[in-house]
């Protein structure tokens, strides 16, 4: 079953040069460009497939505060001021209500939790409250669900990833950022130690500035140009149901199930925790660093290992390219994971049990995604400093999308080398090569 995604259309032509250069098309790419735009620099945006085809539209869609990591506080709540007024501010709709987050749950570990994180969260003034269980019960009406308690954030929200990062660059566009689909970057050229341009297959790009918002293939570019960036990928499966009764506004995180409702009267179902970690060159180079986030993982949910294609093929295999020969980033336009039939039976079955009045509803689209970690689940939105004139916004960990809007504007601030929106700090590139000890964020 298709994922359906919106689409749109290339600019015509490859500038001859550009103040900066994005490479990645997803929400934090687009944002980026688009801010960088607005700040008055030309920008060219490339993207190996299509705008919004990997990760930042096969998400749940989930735009919290709650449960989130503290060092990345201060960018959700920047970033849900700017979903509140991207629709209006771009005159098109990128999907976004404010209509509240929900966690319930039967398990007291998980209220012990999120009572930790409701003190954390305190000094941000994010508006969570903790729920009894008489509460819990009352904001999931028609559910079989027997909570204990949970808690609620009415200001978080729920945006359409298949709209979003679309959306948002035909707003781009619309200040002269030029576009490019289905052009792969395979490198950087350098001058005097600093970047000079980006070498793709239809062509360089001069330029002194460039953003690498690759997701999972940023640290293969990277490792390309000698930049150790320690990153690997968590596979997911997603599905989006039929047109169904509305039995929540927002979103709903359930022990067995995650729910959101969409904008086309269905809903995006997920099942929290469930992973695939596919052994792989680049996985088994950073196992070491990378093992405490897979242990969280796994006593979050039910994280699987196997050996699969992408041992050889995709983003962390070990492979090597020249920059006037196809690069693999040409081989494999959009990565698209193959969803497990096995979840999404499972989610359906949870959802049914909680809901009976959805006991009709059956998926209409099912996909995977391709989670991209870094060592301690907190993005990298920083300047390399070793090769200057490069910047990352990479990494986010599952919990992208949401702050995707304000990452994308951090990184913009970085390479205009304006005033931060918020600290840098928590972001930056070295903490994961330079021996800081990492301690691996909420998830």
């Known amino acids: 079953m298709a994922r359906p995604i919106e689409t749109i259309p290339s600019s015509p032509t490859l500038p001859e040069a550009a103040d900066a250069v994005v490479i990645g098309g997803g929400i934090a790419g687009v944002s980026a460009a688009y801010h960088l735009a607005k700040k008055g620099h030309s920008v060219a945006l490339i993207e190996k497939g299509v705008i919004g085809g990997e990760q930042s539209s096969r998400n749940w869609g989930f735009c919290r505060q709650q449960n989130r990591d503290e060092r990345e506080l201060p960018l959700i709540k920047y970033s849900l001021n700017l979903w509140g007024q991207l629709s209006e501010e771009i005159g098109a709709d990128t999907g976004f209500r404010r209509t509240g987050l929900l966690y319930v749950t039967d398990k007291q570990s998980d ?38 308690g949970g808690v609620h954030c009415p200001t ?60 999972a293939w940023s640290s293969m570019f990277c490792r390309h140009h000698g930049i150790d960036l320690p990153q690997a990928g968590v596979r997911s499966t997603v599905l989006a149901t039929t047109a169904a009764p509305e039995v929540i506004q927002g979103a709903l995180s359930a022990p067995r199930f995650v729910l959101r409702r969409r904008v086309d009267g269905g809903y995006t179902v997920a099942v929290r925790g469930r992973g695939v970690l596919e052994l792989t060159p680049q996985g088994i180079r950073y196992a070491q660093k990378l093992f405490p986030i897979y242990l969280k993982r796994r006593r979050a949910g039910s994280v699987k290992i196997r050996i699969g294609r992408s041992f050889v093929a995709g983003p962390e295999a070990l492979v090597s390219w020249k920059l006037d020969g196809v690069s693999p980033f040409e081989k494999i336009r959009v990565l698209d994971a193959r969803p497990d039939p096995m979840t999404v039976n499972e989610a359906l079955t949870e959802l049914k049990a909680a809901y009976p009045e959805l006991a009709g509803v059956q998926a209409a689209h099912t996909w995977g995604g391709w989670i991209d970690n870094t060592p301690d689940a907190i993005p990298v939105i920083a300047p390399v400093r070793t090769l200057p004139g490069f910047f990352l916004a990479t990494g986010f960990s599952g919990h992208g999308f949401g702050i995707g809007p304000a990452a994308g504007r951090l990184a913009a601030d970085l390479v205009a080398g304006d005033p931060p929106i918020v600290d840098p700090a928590p972001f930056r590139y070295e903490r994961l090569i330079d021996g800081t000890r990492l301690r691996v964020g909420a998830m």
């Open 111 to 148: 209220l012990d939790e999120w009572e930790r994180w409701a003190t954390l969260a305190q000094p941000y003034q994010v508006p969570s409250r903790m729920l009894t269980a008489e509460e819990a019960q009352a904001m999931t009406p028609g559910c079989n669900g027997k909570w204990i």
């Open 156 to 215: 978080d929200g729920r945006a359409e990833p298949s709209m979003a990062a679309p959306a948002l660059a035909e707003a781009a566009r619309k200040l002269g950022v030029t576009i490019h689909q289905g052009c792969a970057a395979r490198g950087l050229e350098t001058k005097a130690g600093r970047v000079s341009g980006v070498v793709t297959e239809k062509g360089t790009v001069r330029t002194a500035s460039v953003l690498c918002a690759g997701g």
